[in-house]
């Protein structure tokens, strides 16, 4: 099937990043929230973004304007049931992304593909609780999406041979790379990079080494474009904190044991980038380490 129209539900960090390279790729999108501020402050990047990209000489302003104009803001959820697509991008928590499914359903076309772009969640769970798990699959985006180049493709147990292949195509069109992964707790990049994370947290909460070093080690020292921490903050820490949950219930292992001092920081409200303190304190000009 031939997708032209996507409803992407959740217009925080991914939500806004996949409007755009939809838009840019030449998808009608409407995005939704339950906050008109998010679907407002997700506009407003997207449109700094895009215009960080003709700055640069990556797209034309052509590109840009039309890419702004397939992007229409919509607070009714009913209204996303026509699309060809929907992504459903909100906060990483089940009952959220089971509630948002279960207000689509009576508004769903025939026809309409569901996914999620769950961190960790399991995507046979998510699906056999809608009316269509043959036409529901894991769409895991990086962050941040217009740049990261993977697109990690999930099959629930149910998933169709053909939902997988629209997504496949819808990636290739995207101008990304799929990499198909097992629907088991966090796939494969949150299985292998959150305990590495976790791990970092732990080394801190340890006093092995500070926020600043550890980062510098592993930029340094194992060239990683980002340190474990600064990654942290990027991500959010109250998803890391979802993603090392499901781990941990999922697999039943205490070495995905989340770390104490990330719950604390959750708990505290310190989220990292969104909500400017985390590891890091971002209301200054420089970001300043908070341990
Ligand atoms: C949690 C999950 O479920 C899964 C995940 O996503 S895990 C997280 C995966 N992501 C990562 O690991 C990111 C690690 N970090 C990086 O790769 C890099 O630090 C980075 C790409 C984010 C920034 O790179 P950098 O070299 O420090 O910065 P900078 O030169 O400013 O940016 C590089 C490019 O990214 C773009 N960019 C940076 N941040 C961006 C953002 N938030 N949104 C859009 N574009 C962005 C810049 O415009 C620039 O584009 P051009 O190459 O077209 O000029
Ligand atoms: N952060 C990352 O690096 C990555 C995250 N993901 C996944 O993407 C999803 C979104 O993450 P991210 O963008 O970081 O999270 P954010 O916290 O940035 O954004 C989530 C958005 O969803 C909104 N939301 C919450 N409930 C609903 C609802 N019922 N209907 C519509 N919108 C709702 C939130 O609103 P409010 O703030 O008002 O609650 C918020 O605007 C998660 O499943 C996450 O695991 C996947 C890859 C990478």
Redesign the pocket.
């Given at each position: 099937m031939a997708i032209q129209t996507v409803g992407v539900i959740g217009a925080g960090q991914m939500g806004n990043?996949i409007a755009h390279v939809f838009a840019l790729s030449g998808y009608n999108v409407a995005l939704n929230d339950i906050s008109s501020d998010a679907v407002d402050r997700a506009i407003g990047l997207i449109e700094n973004?895009l215009d960080?990209?003709v700055g640069?000489g990556?797209i034309s302003q052509e590109d840009r304007d039309a890419a702004m104009a397939r992007i229409a803001p919509q607070m009714d959820l009913a209204a996303l049931g026509q699309s060809d697509l929907i992504i459903e991008a909100a906060t990483e928590n089940e009952d959220v992304k089971n509630k948002i499914f279960a207000s689509l359903a009576p508004h769903l076309a025939e026809h309409t593909i569901l996914t999620s772009n769950t961190?960790s969640i399991s995507i046979t769970r998510l699906a056999s609780r809608t009316d269509r798990p043959e036409r529901f699959m894991g769409f895991?985006f990086?962050?941040?999406v217009?740049?990261?180049q993977l697109v990690e493709l999930i099959r629930g147990i149910a998933t169709d041979e053909a939902t997988y292949k629209t997504l496949a195509d819808v990636v290739d069109r995207l101008g990304k790379q799929a990499a198909s992964a097992e629907d088991f707790p966090a796939f494969i990049?949150?299985r292998i990079?959150m305990p590495m994370i976790n791990e970092a947290i732990y080394t801190l909460y340890e006093g092995v080494g500070s926020v600043q070093s550890i980062d510098t080690s592993l930029k340094l020292g194992a060239n990683h474009?980002?340190g474990p921490l600064e990654?942290a903050d990027?991500?959010g820490l109250d998803?890391c904190l979802a993603?090392m949950n499901v781990l941990h219930d999922g697999l039943a292992d205490t070495k995905y044991r989340p770390c104490p001092l990330l719950v604390k920081y959750v708990e505290a409200g310190w989220l990292g980038r969104k909500t400017d303190r985390g590891f890091y304190d971002y209301r200054g000009e420089v970001p300043v380490p908070t341990r």
């Amino acid at each position: 099937m031939a997708i032209q129209t996507v409803g992407v539900i959740g217009a925080g960090q991914m939500g806004n990043g996949i409007a755009h390279v939809f838009a840019l790729s030449g998808y009608n999108v409407a995005l939704n929230d339950i906050s008109s501020d998010a679907v407002d402050r997700a506009i407003g990047l997207i449109e700094n973004n895009l215009d960080r990209q003709v700055g640069r000489g990556k797209i034309s302003q052509e590109d840009r304007d039309a890419a702004m104009a397939r992007i229409a803001p919509q607070m009714d959820l009913a209204a996303l049931g026509q699309s060809d697509l929907i992504i459903e991008a909100a906060t990483e928590n089940e009952d959220v992304k089971n509630k948002i499914f279960a207000s689509l359903a009576p508004h769903l076309a025939e026809h309409t593909i569901l996914t999620s772009n769950t961190s960790s969640i399991s995507i046979t769970r998510l699906a056999s609780r809608t009316d269509r798990p043959e036409r529901f699959m894991g769409f895991h985006f990086m962050n941040p999406v217009p740049v990261m180049q993977l697109v990690e493709l999930i099959r629930g147990i149910a998933t169709d041979e053909a939902t997988y292949k629209t997504l496949a195509d819808v990636v290739d069109r995207l101008g990304k790379q799929a990499a198909s992964a097992e629907d088991f707790p966090a796939f494969i990049v949150n299985r292998i990079l959150m305990p590495m994370i976790n791990e970092a947290i732990y080394t801190l909460y340890e006093g092995v080494g500070s926020v600043q070093s550890i980062d510098t080690s592993l930029k340094l020292g194992a060239n990683h474009p980002m340190g474990p921490l600064e990654l942290a903050d990027f991500i959010g820490l109250d998803t890391c904190l979802a993603i090392m949950n499901v781990l941990h219930d999922g697999l039943a292992d205490t070495k995905y044991r989340p770390c104490p001092l990330l719950v604390k920081y959750v708990e505290a409200g310190w989220l990292g980038r969104k909500t400017d303190r985390g590891f890091y304190d971002y209301r200054g000009e420089v970001p300043v380490p908070t341990r």
